[in-house]
C-alpha cells in the first residue's frame, strides 16, 4: 500500500469537513480530504431539512452556548457563501405557532429575549391575521410568532459546491477511502485507510454519524454523543401552495418537531419524530410515517397520504445530558495534540461557516502557518437547471449544447445536458447524479427516467450498464438483463 504525506487530514466530506476544507484552501496549506462514500455530503448532511436558522427560534439557544456563538458567527456568512458558490437561497421566514393559548407566554419570553439579544424583533400574529398570511392553516391553532431571516437551503448541493471549489483551489480529494485506524506520533500522525496510509500533521475529525468511534481510535474521545433519530416526509411539488413559510408548533409532546418546510426545489418537508436509536439504521416505519402525518395535519389539514412521494430518516448526535442536550464539540482534544473533532448536531448546516472558522483560529493558535492563496477563486458555477430558464435562455442553451434539449426525467424536466454535466463535475451513480440535477426527486421517484439515467452514466464512464450502481458498493440496480436472466434462471439458480 502506498503512503502518502499530507499537512492536514480532514476526515469527512460532510457540510463540516467541506466547509473547513474550502476555508483552508484559502491558504497555502496541504489539505486532503477523505470520505468513506463514493460521492461528497451523503451521511448526516443528507438529511438535514436544511433550516438556515438565526438561532433565536427556540428558548435552548442561550448565548453561553458553544453552538450558539458558532451559529451566530456563521449566520451572515451564509447568504454571501451561496452567492459565491452559485448555491440555492431562500428566505421563506417562519412562524412558530400554538395551539393552546396557555403557551402564548413562551412566545412572549421568546420574542423578548431575541430583542434584548439584539437579533432583531419577531411579531407575533393571532389566528386571523396569520390565516390570511398562510391561508391553508389549521383553525385550529391560535396565533404565531414570525422571523422573518429564516431561510433554507439544499444540504447536499451546498456540500458540493463548497467541495468543487475546494478543489479547485487545491484540496486533495480522496472518496471511497475509509479509515480504518489511527496512531498518534510526536510530530505526526499515522493514519491507515482501505486505499493506504497518510501521514498528516493535523487531523480534523469530521465523520458526522461516526466521529465519536474516529476519536476513539486514537484516545480522543473526550465527549460522550447519543444518536437520535429523525424521521422526515417528502411531499410532491403540486403541494407547493400549502406553506409559503416554514411553519413550526411549539412541541407538544417530547421528542416531536411539528414542522413543514419549503425547500428550493418547490416541495415541502414535514416531520420530525426525534428518538434516541442505533446509528446507522435508516429504516423508516409505519408508526413514524403516521405520527408524522398526523402531526403535520395539525398544522395544514389539506395534507394527504396521496401527496407523500418520499420519506427519510437522519441522525442528529447530541451531546451528553450534562452539558445540554445541544452543545457541540468544535476543539482540539484535551487529551491528544493536533487532532480535532467536529461535531455540532443541530444546528450543523447554519452553523458550519462558524464552525469553519473557529477550527482555523484553533490551527493559528496552534502554529500552523496560514499564508493566503494568491490563487485562492472563491467563485463557483452552478451547472445549468433548464426548468428555471426563460424560453430565450433555454434556445440558447441547446443551440450550445443539443443535449439540453433532450428532457430525460420529465416530472423534473432534467435534460441530458445536466446530467453529463453532472456526471463530468463527478457523479458516478444514480444517487450521484440524482443530488446534483434532481432526476429520480419526483412523483415518479425514477421509475421512468431512472434506466435512461442508467444508460447515460454506463455511457459517459465507459462501463456496461450492468456495473452502474444506486450508491457505490454492492448496490447494482441491474445486474443482469433480461435476456440473461432468462437464459439463466437468475444467475443464481
Known amino acids: 500500500m502506498p503512503v502518502m504525506e499530507t499537512e492536514v487530514l480532514i476526515i ?94 413562551k412566545l412572549d419570553k421568546l420574542a423578548r429575549r431575541t430583542e434584548s439579544l439584539g437579533l432583531g424583533s419577531d411579531t407575533y400574529y393571532p389566528y386571523p391575521e396569520l390565516k390570511e398570511r398562510e391561508p391553508h392553516i389549521s383553525p385550529e391553532i391560535k396565533g404565531g410568532l414570525y422571523d422573518h431571516a429564516i431561510a433554507v437551503v439544499h444540504p447536499v448541493y451546498l456540500t458540493q459546491a463548497l467541495v468543487e471549489n475546494a478543489v479547485a483551489n487545491g484540496v486533495r480529494l480522496m472518496l471511497e477511502t475509509e479509515v480504518e485506524d489511527i496512531e498518534a506520533g510526536h510530530t505526526e500522525f499515522r493514519v491507515r485507510t482501505n486505499r493506504g496510509e497518510i501521514k498528516a500533521r493535523y487531523v480534523i475529525n469530521a465523520a458526522g454519524e461516526w466521529v465519536d468511534r474516529i476519536a476513539a481510535m486514537v484516545n480522543a474521545d473526550d465527549f460522550v454523543l447519543f444518536p437520535i433519530k429523525g424521521y422526515v416526509g417528502v411531499l410532491d411539488r403540486n403541494c407547493s401552495e400549502l406553506a409559503g413559510s416554514l411553519l413550526a408548533v411549539l412541541p407538544e409532546e417530547p421528542g416531536d418537531m411539528n414542522i413543514v418546510v419549503p425547500t428550493v426545489e418547490g416541495n415541502l418537508l414535514f416531520g420530525i419524530q426525534l428518538q434516541i436509536n442505533r446509528r446507522h439504521d435508516r429504516s423508516t416505519t409505519a408508526l413514524m410515517a403516521r405520527r408524522a402525518i398526523e ?42 495534540p493536533r487532532f480535532i473533532n467536529m461535531t455540532i448536531g443541530y444546528p450543523g448546516v447554519s452553523a458550519s461557516p462558524g464552525a469553519a472558522l473557529e477550527v482555523l483560529d484553533i490551527l493559528r493558535k496552534d502554529g500552523l502557518a496560514l499564508e493566503p492563496n494568491p490563487k485562492f477563486n472563491p467563485y463557483r458555477k452552478d451547472i445549468p437547471d433548464f426548468s428555471m430558464l426563460s424560453e430565450k435562455e433555454r434556445k440558447a442553451l441547446i443551440r450550445k449544447d443539443p443535449r439540453y434539449g433532450h428532457v430525460v426525467c420529465r416530472c423534473e424536466t432534467v435534460t441530458e445536458g445536466e446530467i453529463v454535466e453532472a456526471i463530468r463535475r463527478g457523479a458516478t451513480t444514480l444517487d450521484g447524479v440524482k443530488f446534483r440535477v434532481r432526476p429520480g426527486t419526483g412523483r415518479c421517484q425514477g421509475g421512468f427516467c431512472g434506466p435512461r439515467v442508467a444508460r447515460i452514466l454506463a455511457r459517459e464512464l465507459g462501463i456496461p450498464e450492468t456495473e452502474v450502481t444506486k450508491a457505490g458498493g454492492a448496490s447494482q440496480q441491474v445486474p443482469l438483463r433480461t435476456k440473461q436472466l432468462l437464459e439463466e434462471g437468475g444467475g443464481d439458480g
Open 12 to 105: 469527512g466530506a460532510g457540510v463540516l469537513g467541506a466547509a473547513t476544507a474550502r476555508e483552508l484552501s484559502r491558504y497555502k496549506v496541504d489539505v486532503t480530504l477523505v470520505e468513506k462514500n463514493v460521492d461528497v455530503g451523503w451521511g448526516i448532511t443528507k438529511a438535514n431539512v436544511g433550516v438556515v436558522c438565526q438561532g433565536r427560534d427556540t428558548l435552548e439557544f442561550r448565548p453561553e452556548y458553544h453552538r450558539t456563538r458558532l451559529l451566530w458567527r456563521a449566520l451572515p456568512l451564509m447568504e454571501p457563501l451561496c452567492r459565491e458558490l452559485d448555491v440555492p437561497f431562500k428566505k421563506v421566514g417562519a412562524y412558530l405557532m400554538i395551539r393552546d393559548m396557555t403557551k402564548k407566554e
Open 295 to 336: 402531526n403535520a395535519r395539525k398544522i395544514i389539514p389539506e395534507i394527504s397520504e396521496k401527496d407523500v412521494i418520499n420519506s427519510f430518516c437522519g441522525y442528529l448526535m447530541f451531546r451528553n445530558f450534562e452539558i445540554g442536550w445541544h452543545e457541540c464539540e468544535v476543539a482540539m482534544s484535551a487529551r491528544v
